[in-house]
């Protein structure tokens, strides 16, 4: 079970911080990522960090997202600064034991959370 939360409303400049609880599964192997759809458009990778820590991100969001996880507490956060309106979306947090599938859009889902950022 993944249970997202940290979504609202943010000014354009803002910051917002995403959690996502993950139980169920042995997370300290698995890998984690955020992805979101906005509406009227598909879905997207918006970040994904390994097993092991390492990152990746989205063109449109490196610089300003960082994706870090807690073992300890099987979380995964996505700090999220300096948002555009264009960040406005449901994030969804993503996880399974191969990256690849989570880069994929594939693995286990969480229900979403919402992201509004105001110009």
């Known amino acids: 079970q993944l249970q997202a939360s940290g979504g609202g409303l943010a000014q354009a400049g803002g910051s917002v911080r995403l959690s996502c609880a993950v139980s169920g599964i042995i997370f300290s192997i698995n890998a984690v990522g955020w992805h979101r759809q906005a509406p009227g458009n598909q879905r997207e990778l918006v970040a994904v960090?390994?097993?092991?820590?390492?990152?990746n991100y989205a063109d449109s969001v490196k610089g300003r997202f960082t994706i870090s996880r807690d073992n300890a507490k099987n979380t995964v956060y996505l700090q999220m600064n300096s948002l555009k309106p264009e960040d406005t979306a449901v994030y969804y947090c993503v996880t399974d034991p191969i990256y690849a599938t989570v880069v994929a859009g594939g693995g286990y889902w969480g229900q979403g959370t919402l992201v509004t950022v105001s110009s």
């Open positions: 960090i390994s097993r092991y820590g390492s990152t």
